[in-house]
C-alpha cells in the first residue's frame, strides 16, 4: 500500500471527526479526477504528473467547501462550493506586486501550478526550478515572511502529510485525539483509519451515490457552545464601544466568529487567543475598520473571558 492512499486515508477520517458547527459549507475532498482532466492538466503543465500527485488525483480531484483559514489542497479542475484556488492566486499576485513589482513570487506565480492554499497568508506550488525533476519540489509562501523563509517541501507526498497534520491537529484541539495512533500503518488499530483505507483499496470505482438529504445542524458540546458564548460576547463588546466596524451585508458577525472561532481553537492559552483575535480581525475581509489600540482591544476581550467564565 502506498504512503498516499494511507494520508488520504487519515485525512477523511480527521475532515469527518471535525465539528464544523454547523457550517453549510465545509472541506470535502471531491471525486477522482477522469482521464480526460488528466491528460488535458498534462498538456497544461507541458510535462507528465508528478507521480505522487497523480495518485492522489486519481482518488480525488482536489477539495471543496473551503473557506478562509482552511488548508486545502488543489485539484485540475473548477471547485464546486467554497473558495476557489484562483482567487487566492490572484490574491498573492496582487499584494506581492503592490510589496515589490520585481518580488520572486510573481514570477513563480505566473506560471506555476497551486497545489494548496489556507486561503488566506499562505500559498503552495510546484516550484518552477525544480520541474524538471520527477518529484518537484512544492514552495510555501506566506505574505508575512521572506520568500525562501519558509523551506521546500521535497515532493508532493510531503505537503499532503502537511496538510493531514493540520486537520488531526484541530481533531485534536476540539477534544478528540489522534495522539495514540502514533505512526499508524495496516493494523494500527483505528478503526475509521482502516475503513477509509479499506475502501481506496477497492480495486473498482463505486458508483456515484444519490446526493444525501440536508442534514440538522449539529448539536455543539458544552465546551464547543461556551466558546461560542465568548467570541460572541467579545464582537458585541468591541461593536457596543465603537471599536470595530463591520462590512454591511448578510452573515458578516455570523463569518466573524465562526473565524473568531477557529482561532480560540488553534491557541493555547488566553493571552495567544487575545494576540491571534487582534491579528485576525484587523485583516479580516467582514472588518470595515479596527478602531483603538492593541491595548483597548485586548481589555475588552479579556473581559469577555472574565464574563463567560463566570
Not at 153 to 159: I, L, R
Not at 227 to 256: F, N, Q, T, Y
Not at 265 to 292: C, F, H, M
Request: hydrophobic letters at 40%.
Amino acid at each position: 500500500m502506498s504512503e498516499i492512499i494511507h494520508l488520504v486515508a487519515r485525512l477523511k477520517v480527521a475532515i469527518d471527526a471535525i465539528d464544523w458547527l454547523g457550517r453549510d459549507v465545509y472541506p470535502k475532498l471531491r471525486g477522482p479526477a477522469s482521464a480526460d482532466e488528466l491528460k488535458a492538466f498534462e498538456a497544461r503543465l507541458g510535462r507528465k504528473i508528478p507521480p505522487s500527485y497523480r495518485e492522489f488525483l486519481r482518488m480525488h480531484n482536489g477539495m471543496d467547501g473551503l473557506e478562509q483559514y482552511d488548508w486545502g489542497i488543489a485539484g485540475i479542475s473548477e471547485v464546486d462550493r467554497g473558495e476557489t484556488f484562483e482567487d487566492v492566486l490572484s490574491g498573492h499576485q496582487y499584494v506581492y506586486k503592490a510589496k515589490d513589482a520585481r518580488h520572486p513570487a510573481l514570477a513563480d506565480l505566473k506560471s506555476a501550478h497551486v497545489v494548496g492554499s489556507d486561503f488566506d497568508y499562505q500559498i503552495a506550488y510546484f516550484a518552477p526550478e525544480t520541474m524538471e525533476e520527477l518529484e518537484p519540489a512544492i514552495r510555501r509562501l506566506s505574505t508575512d515572511q521572506e520568500y525562501d523563509e519558509l523551506p521546500l517541501f521535497e515532493h508532493f507526498e510531503q505537503f499532503l502529510e502537511f496538510v493531514v497534520s493540520i486537520y488531526e491537529d484541530l481533531v485534536d484541539l476540539q477534544g478528540g485525539s489522534f495522539d495514540d495512533m502514533g505512526d499508524v500503518g495496516v493494523g494500527g488499530g483505528d478503526e475509521d483509519l482502516l475503513k477509509e483505507l479499506a475502501n481506496l483499496l477497492k480495486a473498482e470505482r463505486q458508483p456515484e451515490p444519490e446526493p444525501e438529504p440536508a442534514k440538522p445542524a449539529p448539536k455543539l458540546s458544552p465546551e464547543m457552545e461556551l466558546a461560542s458564548k465568548l467570541c460572541r460576547r467579545v464582537l458585541e463588546l468591541l461593536v457596543k464601544a465603537e471599536l470595530i466596524e463591520v462590512v454591511e451585508g448578510p452573515g458578516m458577525i455570523d463569518s466573524l466568529e465562526d473565524l473568531m472561532l477557529r482561532k480560540l481553537l488553534r491557541s493555547k492559552s488566553q493571552p495567544e487567543t487575545v494576540k491571534n483575535w487582534i491579528d485576525a480581525l484587523s485583516k479580516a475581509r467582514e472588518v470595515e475598520e479596527l478602531y483603538g489600540t492593541d491595548e483597548e482591544l485586548a481589555k475588552l476581550m479579556n473581559k469577555a473571558f472574565d464574563e463567560v467564565s463566570q
